[in-house]
């Protein structure tokens, strides 16, 4: 057996749990991750052909090491580009990945997110603010009447697409991430994946070119000024549509979901407002929106003691790193905003870290979250109807039913 969570392969071979019910990760994973997190943080899982790593000290090592641990998977890499029509930045690794991502970067900097995209973020909130204030609160649902449309509305601006409706964007966002996660090949998923990337590409063979003649300061145009051809360009932005709009959606329910249930902190926010920050942060720990994403390995090594072949799939599954009780030090599996300060990894890290978590903070955790509390003080989780978790690779609340006096 071997010491360190790195080494050479002179480890065991992994564990097997075979217990591992996808059914169960889908309606609530968090039992499943703290038991592989005690048996053993680097698991062989055969129903989803995957090593999963649960350690928060392995995720991290993974993430800092794509020499070993590649981005450019088979399985869901192959779905990735059936779906988006080339490979984007996220399944591709340094130099050829740095490339790409540079060319977003300046226009998700926290400069260009406070003074570009924060006024275009207020505007859009205070607009669905005024949607909600119209729908009865005896029907209300958070996801579908403010979440969704809200983070839609900001990544069309922050992707400049014009003319795309709320609604029209998160289609694509939900059609394209079903479509890199169909490895089951399942023709209604392909159907509106395939649905979703002509639309996009023939929207971009005219945005393209008109931003090639009139740049402006969206990812879109940043992307075509950057001399990457056309097709890497397109698949950037529908990477970009994939991810941008389903995790901050998630974020926003999960947000209220986390304050509902810890009212003394919610109170606390609402006479501090300086720890927003905090309970996004928080919040994005607890309850990560992308609790899993995939790595391959280029070589056998050992992490954790177990050996790992060349090529062997892996889960690098953040979510359970988020609560690893070796990481956090204090009841991790509390909502606490008064934790100690220590790094997670809902954003990822390393060369992949998320590109828009800087916007992602200022939209959700410094304008959307605290402006709908603040504008609706008694708005609450609504118990006459229920609401829905769902997934585990990404996890949100597909239905929040919520209420307010009136
Ligand atoms: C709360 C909201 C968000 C969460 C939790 C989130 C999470 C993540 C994670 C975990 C990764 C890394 C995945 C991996 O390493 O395989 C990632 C990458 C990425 N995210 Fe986000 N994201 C969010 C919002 C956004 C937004 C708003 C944008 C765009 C405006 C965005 C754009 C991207 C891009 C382009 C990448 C690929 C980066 C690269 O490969 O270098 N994300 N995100």
């Given at each position: ?19 591992v ?17 005690r048996?053993?943080?680097v ?25 070993t ?43 260009a ?16 603010l ?30 400049g697409?014009?003319n ?43 945005l393209?070119?008109h ?32 991810g ?25 926010v ?23 994403y ?51 990894l ?9 590109a828009?978590?800087?916007?992602a ?11 709908l ?14 609401s ?19």
């Amino acid at each position: 057996m071997s010491g360190g969570p790195i080494g050479e392969p002179v480890g065991s071979a992994a564990p097997v749990a075979d217990w591992v019910i996808p059914q169960e990760l889908m309606q609530d994973p968090y039992p499943t991750y703290l038991r592989l997190q005690r048996e053993t943080p680097v698991a062989w899982v055969p129903v989803l052909n995957k090593y999963l790593v649960t350690g928060y000290a392995e995720c991290h090592a993974i993430e800092l090491d794509q020499d070993t641990y590649s981005a450019q998977v088979q399985g869901s890499g192959a779905t990735m580009i059936r779906t988006l029509g080339e490979n984007p930045m996220l399944r591709k690794n340094d130099p050829e990945h740095a490339v790409e991502r540079q060319a977003i970067n300046p226009t998700l900097r926290p400069k260009a997110v406070q003074q570009r995209w924060t006024p275009i973020f207020d505007r859009n909130a205070e607009h669905y603010l005024e949607v909600l204030a119209g729908a009865d609160p005896d029907s209300a649902e958070l996801n579908r009447d403010y979440a969704a449309p809200l983070a839609s509305q900001n990544l069309i601006d922050l992707l400049g697409l014009p003319n795309v409706e709320p609604d029209t964007m998160r289609r694509w966002s939900h059609a394209f991430i079903a479509g890199t996660g169909n490895l089951h090949d399942d023709p209604a998923i392909w159907n509106a994946a395939d649905t979703a990337r002509a639309e996009v590409d023939a929207l971009l063979d005219e945005l393209i070119p008109h931003y090639r003649a009139q740049p402006n300061d969206s990812m879109t145009s940043a992307l075509v000024h950057s001399g990457l051809p056309h097709s890497i360009v397109a698949a950037n932005v529908k990477l970009t549509i994939a991810g941008g709009m389903n995790e901050p959606q998630h974020m926003v329910t999960n947000m209220v979901w986390a304050l509902h249930h810890h009212p003394d902190q919610r109170q606390q926010v609402a006479d501090d407002p300086s720890l927003w920050p905090t309970v996004f942060d928080e919040a994005a720990r607890w309850l990560s929106p992308i609790g899993m994403y995939p790595r391959e390995t280029t070589r056998p090594v050992t992490l954790c003691g177990v050996t790992l072949p060349a090529g062997a799939p892996i889960g690098v599954v953040v979510g359970a790193a988020n609560r690893d009780p070796n990481h956090f030090d204090v009841h991790p599996e509390l909502f606490d905003i008064h934790r100690r300060k220590q790094p997670h990894l809902a954003f990822g890290s390393g060369v992949h870290l998320c590109a828009g978590h800087w916007a992602a903070k200022a939209s959700i955790g410094q304008i959307a979250v605290p402006s709908l509390l603040a504008k609706f003080p008694s708005l609450r989780v609504d118990h006459r109807r229920v609401s829905e978790w769902n997934g585990w690779v990404f996890r949100g609340l597909t239905h929040l039913p919520v209420t307010w006096d009136h």
